[in-house]
């Protein structure tokens, strides 16, 4: 049994190498369709919509590259977990899906340039001056218990800020929509979230605590494909089109020097 | 099947620990003290006072034993400040438990007070008693002595339920678990010290519950 997996193992990754051996620009031109992997389950980069079609940032920036490159953009939600998989088995040519780059996924996987700005950080409202942990004296700040950004916070703030550490995301946002805290430390996501739903309380940016933003994932050995891919991505910057995207999705303009 | 124990591991926040102790102790003894004082209130209202306090007191005892203590609690710190009512996690937390305590013990007491026989408050008020001494040396000292067990017990009730306080960011004992949890990952060792550490104090308290007990129901 063990034997026979192992041969089946050995089987299918002679025939994906070889599969990616032909240049993927190539066979997309071609074939006239690129295959896009995007998120289904992570709002706003990519959820269901009224229509049970996925929308989102990564949506709208796959159906920029599709066009971009003259051909039809194909749209394949996945989820986080098995994003990486359907590229490495060519089910995807692309994998936009809030992406970010760390050593595991680059040993697997190519990256592109950024095309998404992801960070975490302190965010308040627009009459709180706060540039910097520092600034932090005397406020209380709400975090979930456990994050990333509220570990840096506990060790960056100064001793008399107050850290407010709750169970879940949705208690710490309620902490700082009902106004318990005066700011929040969290994703840029969830502050457009905060600014989409309950503009008067609309948390602005103060200061980034970890910066990760997201790349386009292919396969390694295409570059071709990754020349191209990066390509579309600066003039797209260039032009406004992803400052559009931020605005549209995160409610925020892109952050300087993104 | 083979965790290794480290309870050194805990020792770095043996101050978070002390701090959180500290807080539940503090936190249940005040809202303990208020929270009877409501209820002995809310008691003598529902039986002595006027027809529309009764069912005042009624709505409120019914509201809050019939509503789950943590809707309770998010609904004084999250749901208040849009009445422009904003309270620190520490006054609500107190003010949670005290509205809590104040509406069981209102019942326990009224249990206590019905119990008294009618006879003996009309000898009272016919050797020429007033109403207040009535209800406080006739009814109240028979109906406590009655209930006392049941109060007790309602107590540590609500001491374990406190723990409840540390999803609004109050620092109790459970706050400081898990704080602890989150930064070393030693969930089996840190819940376990808590779960005795709560064991330990709901029996020092019981203990010291009975010998409050003996010494304002002196056997006369």
Known sequence: MLKRLMLAAAIATAAVATQAHADALDSIMKSK???????QDFAPFGSAGLDLKPQG???DMAN?????????????PVTSANRIPYLQTNKADLVISSLGKNEEREKVIDFSIAYAPFFSGVFGTKAIAVASAADLKGKTIGATRGAIEEQALTSAAPPDATVK?????????????SGQVDLIATGNTVAAAIAEKVPARAPMLK???KDSPCYVGLNKNEPALLAKVNEIITKAKASGEIGKLSEKWLKAPLPPGF | MSYKLQFAELLPYWNVLLYGLVFTIALT???????????????AARTFGPVWLGRIVAVYVELIRNTPFIVQLFFIFFGLPALGLKLSETTAAFLAMVINLGAYSTEIIRAGIEAVPKGHIEAGLSLAMTKWEVLRRIVLNQAFRKIYPALSSQIIIVMLGSAVVSQISAED????ANFIASRNFRNFEVYLLVALAYLVLAMLMRAALRALGRVIFKAR
């Open chain 1, 33 to 39: 369709v690129i295959k896009i992997a995007v998120p």
């Open chain 2, 29 to 43: 003894i005040v809202s303990t003290a208020v929270g009877i004082a409501v209820g002995t209130a809310g008691a």
């Open chain 1, 64 to 76: 920029l590259i599709g066009k971009e490159l003259g051909v039809k953009t194909e749209i394949i």
């Open chain 1, 165 to 177: 550490r709750f169970e879940d995301n949705n208690a710490t946002i309620a902490a700082f929509v």
């Open chain 1, 207 to 209: 200061y980034v605590i």
């Open chain 2, 173 to 176: 004992l459970t706050y400081a």
């Open chain 1, 57 to 59: 940032y990564d949506i």
